[in-house]
């Protein structure tokens, strides 16, 4: 099991940045894939983006690609997820997770990190 704790959000402007932050409590986790959700109020969690353990392969849902970038850190124990042009439809609390290549789910996941974005 991995500890993961995110870190990073907070209240911007429609138009800003943020990066998000998570970190493991690991080093295995570098060899995990590292996925990023979001539930906004009233709304099932969504994916966002998520990144492979090597840090090559990633994948976004449509309404972030262009604006949002996830990353690996060097170390691999620490995934970032660097938001830019935020909307207000961004807000919501985001999660981290991870799970091995090839599981079906993610197996474990974060506290989330409330970001706000106003109009």
């Known amino acids: 099991q991995v500890r993961l704790e995110e870190s990073g959000g907070g209240l911007v402007q429609a138009g800003g940045s943020l990066r998000l932050s998570c970190a493991a409590s690991?080093?295995?986790?570098?060899?995990?894939?590292t996925g990023w959700f979001r539930q906004a109020p009233g709304k099932e969690r969504e994916f966002v983006a998520s990144?492979?353990?090597?840090?090559?392969?990633?994948a976004y849902v449509e309404s972030v690609k262009g604006r949002f970038t996830v990353s690996r850190a060097n170390s691999k124990t620490t995934v970032y997820l660097q938001m830019n042009n935020l909307k207000p439809e961004d807000t919501g609390v985001y999660y981290c997770?991870?799970?091995?290549?090839?599981?079906?789910?993610?197996?474990?996941w974060g506290q989330g990190t409330q970001v706000t974005v106003s109009s």
């Open positions: 690991r080093s295995t986790f570098s060899s995990y894939v």
């Open positions: 990144i492979s353990w090597s840090g090559l392969g990633t």
């Open positions: 997770a991870a799970k091995l290549p090839g599981a079906k789910t993610y197996t474990d």
